[in-house]
């Protein structure tokens, strides 16, 4: 230690040895231990009887995106419709099927695992957790399906459902329709409440993110459109 303090300037030392308290983990580079692995993706999904899901190992030709090309496709059915999901070539899914008892009604669950192929690279990585999650939300939405409120502050602001089509008043000149999309279930219990179900947790979400859109909630006066328990931060205006 000696030789070094003699070597280098004292200041390049005292910063190398605050970096080294305050950002070790910068230094992670020149070791040789093995990445790690994902949280969500490495959680087993359990489904009950009542859920199937194939596996098509046949890669797509023929996508409707780019991006599927190549891609597998997986299919979910359960009692509330059945849905497909194009995945990676990489994934790679393991089924764990119960042993069928003598019990005409069972209630034991299977178990699916997804991994990857080189947990190392990147692109794998981060698609191993999206992967598992989008199992695990059509495994959802097929048994118990999703669901969403959206709630309506503002004077004059109310919804309802005219002629199959959801009518928006909120502050225009005219009210604003939206057609609801397929697979997604609209209710207007109250003018100032909505309520979203489908079994697509994405199709449902993407349609509350539309309505949304057409009033966002402002700061000021605390008035849009809010989905869920969203809640905003109030801001009092600047006084000349």
Known sequence: MNIIRGALPVSYISSFARLSKHNATSFRLFSTSSCLLSHIGRTPILYPPEVTITHDPKPILNPKLKSEKDNTLLTISGPNGTHSLPIKPFIILNFSHPILSSNPISTQEAKLTVNVMDPCEKEQRSMWGTTRALIANY????????????RLEGVGYRAAIEEGKLALRVGRTHP????????VRCEVPKPTKILLSGSDKRAVMQFAAVIRSFRKPEPYNQKGIFVGDETIKKKIPKKK
């Open 176 to 183: 604003d329709i939206l057609d609801i999309p397929e697979g």
């Open 139 to 150: 495994v959802t939405g097929v048994t118990e399906g999703h669901g969403v409120s959206l």
